[in-house]
């Protein structure tokens, strides 16, 4: 059973997840539909936002309703249900008379992706001081996520990342990559320096 800080997440990973921009979940942690709250980050000690593993699930049924008005009693309907429920079973809703929204097909494998996200990045991800100055890592290696991700963006597969580590498993390389995506490296780009290529 995952503790409340360890079932959090930030809003970019909670974006990345749920396949939305990072600013629909931020609106609707505005509306006071899905709570936020600052606090520190699980392998920093920077704070940062984070909403309940929920906000998945719920940035995806509101991205699969697109183009249908919902009042905030609605959305705050949905959330509610969402949150309720204890299982991954989410079934029907029941918005208004005669209108219900089967909540399975919209959720169901994203809640599944969050929750083994949401273990893999527990169980393989680590940060310690002494290894890389405290860049996030794969535990037991000094792998970075960032350089997985680096590895995935240069061409290469999660199976020849695999193939190449057979003692780290599909699922760490999978969480470092969302880690990774959620959580870029701060400050200017190698790149957005040319007056180095001059020299």
């Not at 918005?95 to 949401?118: A, F, H, I, K, Q």
């Not at 760490?172 to 870029?184: D, N």
Request: hydrophobic share 40%.
């Amino acid at each position: 059973m995952t503790t409340q800080v360890l079932a959090d997440l930030t809003i970019k990973e909670a974006a990345h997840l749920a396949g939305v921009a990072a600013r629909r979940i931020e609106k609707d942690c505005e509306e006071g539909i899905v709570p936020r709250r600052k606090t520190k980050l699980w392998m920093r000690e920077t704070l940062a936002a984070h909403v309940p593993m929920h906000a998945v699930a719920y940035a995806c049924a509101m991205r699969s309703l697109d183009g249908i008005k919902m009042e905030k009693k609605s959305k705050r309907l949905v959330w509610r249900f969402l949150r309720s429920s204890k299982q991954a079973n989410f079934g029907c809703l029941e918005l208004s008379p005669g209108l219900m929204l089967n909540l399975d097909p919209l959720v169901t494998e994203v809640w599944d992706r969050t929750r083994g996200y949401l273990e893999a990045r527990h169980e393989h991800l680590a940060v310690d001081p002494e290894i890389l100055g405290g860049e996030p890592i794969l535990k037991g290696t000094r792998i970075t996520c960032q350089s997985i991700l680096g590895r995935i963006e240069g061409g290469e597969t999660l199976e020849e990342l695999v193939e190449d580590y057979p003692e780290i498993s599909r699922k760490a390389f999978e969480a470092a990559l969302v880690y990774a995506k959620a959580h870029p490296p701060r400050g200017r780009p190698s790149a957005g320096k040319p007056w180095r290529k001059a020299a």
